[in-house]
Nanobody, 131 residues
Framework: QLQLVESGGGLVQPGGSLRLSCAASGFTLDYYAIGWFRQAPGKEREGVSCISSAGGITNYADSVKGRFTISRGNAKNTVYLQMNSLKPEDPAVYYC????????????????????????WGKGTLVTVSS
């Protein structure tokens, strides 16, 4: 069964850090572009960050640039999202997604911002920021 499982969410104080993990089973993430998305209550889903299959292309939403870092785990079939300096506007359910379509200058916007072309989605992990 092909699936993605997110983990690492939780409660953190403003200014704190969390590292989210996206683990795959049934397929190899090396051949997929991976995106992190989030959805807060009452809001639309938004793209947070993307990484290409080879890791050479990364993309970040303006709201998280300089605070979040996406990376691929070495031989662990996992992609991470390191989130630092968390703000009160960051709480949401965070989802990872995998797309077979190559990430390029023409596909980065639809794939990373809107999730178009992503083939597999996880069920999400909840991030809460509160003092």
């Amino acid at each position: 069964q092909l699936q993605l499982v997110e983990s690492g969410g939780g409660l953190v104080q403003p200014g704190g850090s969390l590292r989210l993990s996206c683990a795959a089973s049934g397929f190899t993430l090396d051949y997929y572009a991976i995106g992190w998305f989030r959805q807060a209550p009452g809001k639309e889903r938004e793209g947070v960050s993307c990484i290409s299959s080879a890791g050479g292309i990364t993309n970040y939403a303006d709201s998280v640039k300089g605070r979040f870092t996406i990376s691929r785990g070495n031989a662990k079939n996992t992609v991470y999202l390191q989130m630092n300096s968390l703000k009160p506007e960051d709480p949401a359910v965070y989802y990872c997604a995998a797309g077979r379509r190559p990430l390029s200058i023409t596909t980065v916007q639809p794939m990373c911002a809107r999730g178009n072309g992503m083939d597999y989605w996880g069920k999400g992990t909840l991030v809460t920021v509160s003092s």
